[in-house]
Every structure is written in C-alpha cells, then in structure tokens.
C-alpha cells in the first residue's frame, strides 16, 4: 500500500486545488449568467459530484495509508468532514425538497409542487387551520409568520402543528418551514423537505467535527501543542512603540444658515417619531438624514437637530447651502458644479430638474448608482421640508387599540375627534409661527405639549425612558472617522518601528508600550459601549449589516491583541492597524447605519453564534497575513533576521488552528441556520461558496507532513498573504461585487 502513497496525495491534494478552482469559477459565471445556470451546469453537474465523491475517497484512502488512525482524534476530525459529504450526496440523492401553497378556505391538499415543477404526493392530508402576522409592539415591522396547519392521517386523526420563522414543523419526516405569505394575509406558503437520512448523516458529520475540534487542542503530542512549547516562543522580543499625540482641529465655517438654537433644537430631537418600523427619538432620524446628506453627522459646527429643522423652518436660506455630497463626476457634471457638494438650487434651472433625463434612462450617463444617489438625497430634503417623513403624530384607535402614526402631510382618518384633529394639523404650525418670531420659550413649550400628547397617544408601545436616553446618548458617539485614523496611524508607525528594531536585532521594552496599552484598553471600551448600546436599542445582537460586523471585527481585533501580545509582540501594532482599517470599512456603510427592527428570518440565536464565530475567525487570519508582512519585510532587510522570521511563522501556525476551526465551526452552525430556516443547509450561495474556498486554501497550511513547503517560513508567510484575498472576496468581494442573498451592500 506504501507505493500509492505518494500517487494518493497527489491525487486528494490536487482534486482540492481543481474543486477549488471550480468553485472560483463558478461563482464568476453566476455573476455573469445566474444562480440557475451554475447551479444546472455546475454544481448540480454528475462530474462536479463525481469529483467530490473520488476527492474524498481518495483522502480516507490516503488516511489510512499514512495510519492516521492511530491518532484517532486527527482521522476523526478528517472522516467527519466525509460524513459531512456522505450526508449532502444522500441528500441530492433521495431527498425531496419542494413546495406547498395554502389557504384557508381551501379543502385540504394531498400534493405538493417539487422544485423541477413536478408534483409529489403526501401520505396524509393537510390543510390550514390559521395564519397570522405577528408585529414588533406599536409598529408594523414583521416579528414573525405563524402558520397553524391541520394534518390528517390514513385513519382520518386530527394532528395540529404551528410553523413560524425558524420554528419547523416535522411530521413523519416531512419538515415544513415557513416561506412566504399572501397580501390578503389568508394564505401561506410552505417550503417542504423530506430527507430523514441526508441530514441525519450530516449533523452527525457536524457533531463529530465539533467534538474532535474542541478534543484537539487539548490532545497530547499534537502539532498545536508542540508549537506552544516551540523554544524560540520564548526568546524575548523587541518591544518598543513611538506614540504619536495627534490633535483633531474642528473646523467651523463663519458663516451659517439660519437655524434654531442648539437647545431648541434638541428638545425638537427628543420628540418620538416612526422611524425605519420601529419608534425612537427624533434625533435618530436628524442624523441619519445629515449624514445621508453631508457624508459626516454635523455641518459646519451645527448639531444634526439643527441641520433638520434648518431644512425644516428655513428651506429659503438652506436651499443654496452648498451640503449635499455629490460623488460622482458624471452627475456634478449634469448639476453643473465644479465641487463635490451642491446647493439644492443646483437641481434645477429653468428647464425643470436637471436629473429627469438621466433618471428615465435615456441618457448616456454611466453612473447609475450616482444619479440614484444624487435623486435620493432631493426626495429626502423634499420629504424633510414637506413634513411627510415626520410621523411624529400617534393615533389609537379604540375599536382595535391599534396605534397609526401620521406626519404633517398624511391624510387624517375621517372618524377622529375634532380635537385631536386640530392638534395634529396646526400644532406645528403654531411652532413655526413661534420659531418665525424668535420666541424660543414658547416655542419650547409647544414641543413640551407635543410630546406629552405622544406620551399619552403612544403609551405603554413607547421606548423606555432608559433605552430612549441610550439612543441618544449612541447618537452623539459618532468618533469612528477620527478613531479609526487615529488607529492607522499609531499602527503604522509602531509597525514600523517594530519592524527596525526586529531588523537591528535590538531588545528593549519602553514605557511607551504601557502607554499603548492603556489607550487601546480605552479604545476597547468605547468599542465595547457602542457595541451594548446598538444592542439595546435594536433588541437584538448588532450583527445584522456590515456597519455592525466591522464595528464588531475591530472589537474583536483589540480583544485578540491582549490576549496574543503576551508571546506575539507584533500584535500590538498588529492590533491598533486592524481596528482602524476595519472602522475605516465600516465607514463605507455609514451613510445608511440606520437601526432597524431584525427581519424573522434573522431573529435566531444560530444566526449571531455563526457571525460572531466568523468574524473572530477572519480577524485572526489578518493577524496571520500582517505577520507575513512583517516576515517578508524582515526576510529582505536583513538576512540575518532568520530566528525572527522563524519565530513569527510559529506564531503564525499557533494562530491558524483556532482560525480556521472557527471558521469551520461558523461555516457549519450558519448551515444549521439555514436548514431550520429555509429548510436547506447548503445553497451555493456565492458567500457560502467563497467561505468553503476560505477554508480548503488555508487549510492546506494544517498539512505541512503532506505539503513540505508550508515547512518553509517564507513560503508559509507569503501563502498566508495570498491566501488572505479569499477573506476579502468572502466579505467585501461577496458583498459589494458578486451579490448573493448573504450581501450587505443594501443594508
């Protein structure tokens, strides 16, 4: 068996590469020809299958050759991920997956559609009992579709389950989940799989792949041990940081527009308003709307209140406010500016608005997104300076305790009460009229008498006092522009000089590695802040969009540089550049970090264990890819640099067990997610698809007996550079370029 040994390696190391490259591939052609081309030509494709299957009899055979299973935590680490395999190609089998639409006036349906079009038959009858939609309080944002379905038997018994949002309903294997429902709210939609055996083997697959992860770190004589004890870990490193005392100079222009005082203008913001499908303050949506507009949540020295109701009260002198940001070349060029921000006078000229044509289609311009963008932000001052986007106005009505809220430009229902009538339409009047007189106590007063009429409308479905006050104390935390320069810059220079001291071989420890500390400890308390108070106020972990999964990689980075900086000195500098650059990226989503109601379908606990898992996973394997940066600089200034480069390539080994089994472990539990949600655990979603890709490329790395050249500091530091662009496709490739259902680039 010894002669195939080496053929075996070749075989199940270079079908990985080929599945790999086949992966890549197809999530290119998805982008250029669908979801349904790629899943019909490739991965639903014999050969692709027939791939799979030969990758990973091969590698069981290569195991067992190699007598791996004598270290039986190692071969059962391997042979669940054939079992994880073994479990999908069961499922693709004989496994049935497919539809099933239902109303409640209609009689009871023994069949349900298969996803080629085709119909199946159930061994009972079905029908349903009830659906209804379940509503955060005091909003109309789903929280959950519930659907009460009856099942009736061969023997004609009765059987009632309820299927909601990541609640199934399994009756003799055949699992329903909900899907989708009917406008009129009287029919639902169920999504249908019957695979008894494919997910059994899968999540025993899962099971042991997680047992054997968390068994082998504590496993004697394992490579991850022995890399702990390595001899050259203890020699002492370098460690001496410059500090930079950096001063952020607050520009405010002399002169400009009118607006209200700052105080006025804050008790406007602390108004409730309907804002995004749930209530908050007023002040929530002032700085969305001047960040939406401005790029950054103040403008020239004025509070985001002040911002608001200067478009509010004084359009007139607002409207040739040079404010609103316009990116695009193209579209300053049809607005005819030479600047990047524009008057709101600039839209129009004698013609009409300049961006009509653009806007139908039937113009050459090429950046769509631009004119999108420049369009958006004219509705949102029309919305603001009109009133309609300020429900601030709520209504109960007593025959159904349902609370409506209305703006100043919504139609009032018929059957309110005169009085109540009254109030809405002139209470904001007679604030203008008193804002117009510069008359700030009364003025003060009328705000007072229209938050009490909130207070008393709205009720018990209003915030409490404590999450509306953490709202707004969130909203005056917006220092993730200047931290995250701030954190680029101490990290580049202590890179910098971390890398000279490496080089002329010196080792000191300086007061200024204290002072780092003591800084990044407070940058992790702020971190830390926001964070809870995002939390707080939406309900739910803050993992939903990419603003908040950077915000949470860059926590995770300060939090992964205490604990690696013991042995790993570079993880200080390390540490400071990835909680900048990933603030930095999070600034990309800041024009729209609106905080909203979490949709049902991501109202699971699997879902936040998956992204939680995933981002402490990508965040390590940055700390890899910097350190490669570091050896690859060392490696051509000083040849002399060797036990250094060694060094950090152990470290860099240490670091990528627990990264890439979390990456796995989070990979997994997402599809877990997934299949109690949807009822499938694996789509081919490009971001599933580029996560996998992830992890086989770095797992060649754990390889290094089959792969000798990972045995190679240099060639295991610039592969740890390379392999790092699969994490940026995975995220921002993924979620900017390739699209999926996984995308954050609407949120």
């Known amino acids: 068996m010894a002669t195939y040994k080496l053929p075996l390696k070749y075989l199940s190391f270079g079908l990985t590469s080929i599945l790999v490259c086949t992966l890549i591939t197809a999530t290119i052609l998805e982008k250029v020809y669908g979801s349904t081309f790629v899943t019909q030509q490739i991965y639903g494709s014999p050969l692709f299958i027939f791939l799979w299957g030969i990758a990973a009899i091969a590698s069981l055979i290569y195991l067992l050759i190699r007598k791996i299973q004598k270290q039986f935590i190692t071969f059962c680490l391997h042979l669940s991920f054939i079992l994880i395999l073994a479990g999908a190609l069961t499922t693709h089998l004989f496994g049935i997956q497919g539809a099933i639409h239902l109303r409640q006036d209609m009689a009871p349906s023994t069949t349900f559609t298969l996803l080629d079009g085709k119909t199946a038959n159930f061994p009972f009858q079905i029908s349903l009992k009830e659906f209804r939609l379940e509503y955060y309080p005091g909003t109309f944002a789903p929280m959950d579709f519930v659907s009460t379905i009856l099942i009736k038997d061969e023997n004609m018994e009765s059987h009632e389950g309820e299927v909601s949002m990541n609640h199934i309903y399994s009756y003799h294997n055949y699992r329903f989940y909900q899907s989708k429902y009917d406008e009129d709210g009287n029919g639902t939609t169920l999504s249908v799989s019957h695979d008894p055996y494919g997910i059994a083997i899968t999540y025993i697959g899962y099971a042991l792949l997680l047992c054997c992860m968390i068994t082998f770190f504590f496993k004697k004589n394992s490579n991850f ?231 008393k409308e709205a009720g018990t479905e209003l915030p409490t006092d404590t999450r509306f006050i953490t709202e707004k104390i969130y909203n005056n935390m917006s220092y993730n522009r200047p931290l995250a320069m701030f954190c680029i810059t101490i990290g580049l220079l202590a890179f910098i000089f971390y890398c000279q001291q490496m080089i002329t071989q010196q080792n000191k420890r300086s007061h200024w590695h204290l002072l780092l500390n003591i800084i990044l400890v407070v940058i992790f308390i702020y971190l830390s802040a926001i964070i809870a108070f995002r939390g707080y106020i939406s309900n739910h972990l803050p993992l939903s969009n990419g603003f908040e999964t950077m915000q949470f990689m860059a926590w995770c980075s300060v939090l992964l540089t205490f604990l690696l900086q013991r042995k790993f000195s570079m993880a200080l500098p390390f540490g400071f550049l990835l909680c900048g650059l990933t603030l930095l990226v999070s600034m990309l989503s800041e024009a729209n970090p609106q905080i909203t109601q979490l949709m049902p379908v991501l109202a699971s606990p699997l879902l936040s264990i998956h992204v939680v898992v995933i981002m402490i996973a990508y965040s390590l394997l940055a700390f890899i890819m910097l350190n490669g940066v570091t050896a690859v600089i060392l490696h051509y200034s000083n040849k002399e640099c060797i036990p250094q480069i060694e060094r950090l390539q152990i470290i860099s080994r240490i670091i990528l067990y627990p990264a890439i089994f979390l990456l796995t472990i989070g990979i997994f539990v997402g599809a877990i997610w997934a299949n109690v949600s949807w009822g499938r655990y694996w789509g081919w979603d490009p971001k599933e698809v580029w996560a996998l890709i992830t992890m086989l490329v770095y797992a060649l790395a754990l390889h290094p007996s089959s792969l000798p050249p990972f045995r190679k500091p240099m060639f295991f530091h610039i592969f740890s550079i390379v392999a790092f662009l699969t994490v940026l496709v995975t995220y921002f490739g993924v979620n900017y370029i390739l699209g999926g259902i996984h995308s954050y680039a609407n949120s």
């Open 225 to 455: 041990r022995k890399l702990l004890h390595h001899p050259l870990l203890y020699k002492t490193a370098a460690i001496s940081i410059l500090f930079l005392y950096g001063s952020i100079n607050t520009l405010q222009a002399a002169d400009c527009p009118e607006t209200l005082p700052k105080q006025i203008a804050r008790q406007f913001g602390d108004l409730y308003i309907y804002y995004n499908d749930r209530i908050c303050p007023l002040q929530t949506l002032a700085k969305d709307f001047t960040i939406k507009l401005y790029g950054k949540s103040s403008y020239k020295g004025l509070s985001p209140e002040q911002v608001l109701t200067g478009w509010f009260f004084y359009y007139d002198d607002w409207k040739r406010e040079p404010m609103i940001r316009i990116k695009s070349k193209e579209v300053q060029a049809l607005l005819e500016i030479n600047q990047e921000y524009a008057c709101l006078t600039d839209f129009v000229d004698i013609n009409g608005y300049k961006l009509e044509v653009a806007m139908q289609g039937n113009s050459k311009i090429k950046d769509r997104a631009g004119i999108e963008s420049a369009n958006e932000k004219f509705n949102l001052i029309s919305m603001i300076s009109t009133g309609s986007l300020l429900k601030i106005y709520p209504y109960r009505k007593v025959e159904n305790q349902q609370t409506t809220w209305y703006s100043l430009a919504d139609k009032l229902p018929q059957d309110m009460p005169d009085g109540q009538w009254a109030f809405i339409r002139n209470s904001m009047s007679y604030v203008a009229e008193k804002v117009a007189g510069k008359n700030n106590a009364e003025t003060a007063t009328l705000l007072e008498k229209i938050k009490k009429y909130q207070q």
